[in-house]
């Protein structure tokens, strides 16, 4: 069930009237829906070598971990192998793994609509959170996982993806705090010969590289300490182009610590709540980069957790 329209606090990243969605009251796919037949042939005619470019980083217990969160994977049974042998002859034997983990919310992960909410004030003195499409959270949170928007409602994603390469662009990866703004951004097209008007399509897909990604290892304990982003405003410059999914190499897409310490993750606000985009965080950007292409095709199919905040997964390039 969805509340009533409107906003009645003065929140920018959302503004006014910010729901029910364009895509209906009920909908829970948001830009997503922007996908289909003509983006697929649209994004495959880019292909040039076939070359597959991984964008994600493997999953072990030696990655960055956010506060409170884990990664442990166990194999059941002993070296002589979780179950068997079977078969007179054949003598079978199987491995079996247990994995304990925040599979939502870990290493390269894309985030749900109902990843992140809004508190919103109401004339009585009580709150109420929203999420996207004006989604109460207390109408569909449940122990075992979201009601409505969870990640299986995304689609599988292929489409027309474009890398903005800030990192090259300012000549390293940026320091942690820096916001980036949307002069960055068109400076970006610029450097790498993209239009400045029409470089990116309805249901187009776009990752930020900010440098942070090369720390993913190197600095691992402090990783999820600050990160160079994207503020509020190239948040807004990114959402008038309608894209799917806006990604990067970085832990929040958003600028960490916030330029405002009272505004916490804007772009999430603005990009999931408001617009239906879904984050692809915690990306592996470095070989894309190092291949030199901005348009290649963009793939990924969330694992379909029902109720789940997020999925795990490696998404990939097709240059």
Not at 70 to 92: A, H, M, N, V
């Amino acid at each position: 069930m969805t509340a009533m329209a409107g906003s009645t606090d003065d929140n920018p990243a959302l503004g006014q009237g910010w729901f029910p969605s364009p895509w209906g009251v009920d909908d829970q796919r948001g830009n997503a829906n922007l996908l289909g037949p003509a983006k697929v042939l649209e994004a495959l005619a880019l292909v040039r070598h076939g070359e597959t470019i991984p964008l994600g980083f493997p999953y072990t217990p030696r990655m960055p971990f956010s506060p409170g969160r884990s990664f442990d994977l166990t194999l059941r049974g002993s070296p002589e192998g979780t179950g068997g042998p079977i078969g007179k002859r054949s003598r079978s034997v199987w491995n079996d793994d247990f994995l304990c983990a925040e599979v939502g919310q870990m290493g390269t992960h894309m985030d749900a609509l109902g990843h992140f909410g809004h508190q919103r004030l109401l004339p009585c003195g009580h709150c109420e959170t929203l999420l996207y499409n004006g989604n109460k959270l207390a109408d569909i949170w449940s122990p075992k996982g979201l009601r409505r928007l969870g990640i299986e409602n995304a689609p599988i994603f292929v489409a027309r993806g474009v890398l903005l390469d800030v990192e090259g662009l300012k000549g390293g990866p940026l320091p942690r705090g820096m916001e980036i703004t949307p002069d960055d951004l068109r400076a970006c097209l610029q450097r790498q010969g993209l239009p400045a008007e029409d470089w990116l399509h309805p249901g187009d897909v776009v990752l930020i590289r900010t440098g942070h990604g090369a720390r993913f290892h190197a600095e691992a304990d402090t990783w999820y300490d600050s990160a160079p982003g994207l503020g509020l405003p190239a948040a807004e410059y990114l959402s008038a182009f309608r894209p799917c999914v806006v990604g990067a190499d970085n832990f929040a897409v958003d600028v960490v610590p916030p330029v405002d310490p009272d505004f916490a993750m804007p772009c999430h606000q603005h990009l999931i709540i408001r617009h239906g985009i879904h984050l692809h965080e915690g990306m592996n950007l470095q070989a894309l980069a190092a291949r030199g292409v901005s348009e290649f095709v963009y793939v990924f199919a969330p694992l379909p957790i029902v109720g789940a905040t997020g999925s795990p997964g490696m998404p990939f390039a097709i240059v």
